[in-house]
Nanobody, 125 residues
């Protein structure tokens, strides 16, 4: 089993920044894909970004491209999501997810096997 723990959420004004962290523990893979998703009240879970450790490829949702950046510290088994130029519509619970993968970049929630508990991001106008 893999455990994922997110942190770093909070309340920020529009235009501000936050950095989310997702720490993985337990059984680890030699290669994996990590994804961030978000879910606003009354809405479906939405893909934000995916990253695959093998090769370091990433794919971003159009709504966050140029504003959000994913990075990783493999020694710490931690993935980060830098959120810049935040907008009120970015308000949601942000979840990280993981699945064993060598090159595939999953963008659908059902493609992931492991999920964190989520961290709330609230952007005020």
């Amino acid at each position: 089993q893999v455990q994922l723990v997110e942190s770093g959420g909070g309340l920020v004004q529009a235009g501000g920044s936050l950095r989310l962290s997702c720490a993985a523990s337990g059984r680890t893979f030699s290669s994996y894909a990590m994804g961030w998703f978000r879910q606003a009240p009354g809405k479906e879970r939405e893909f934000v970004v995916a990253y695959v450790r093998s090769g370091g490829s990433t794919v971003y949702a159009d709504s966050v491209k140029g504003r959000f950046t994913i990075s990783s510290d493999n020694a710490k088994n931690t993935v980060y999501l830098q959120l810049n130029s935040l907008r009120p519509e970015d308000t949601a619970v942000y979840y990280c997810a993981a699945v064993r993968s060598w090159y595939n970049l999953p963008t659908k929630a059902y493609e992931y096997d492991y999920w964190g508990q989520g961290t709330q991001v609230t952007v005020s106008s």
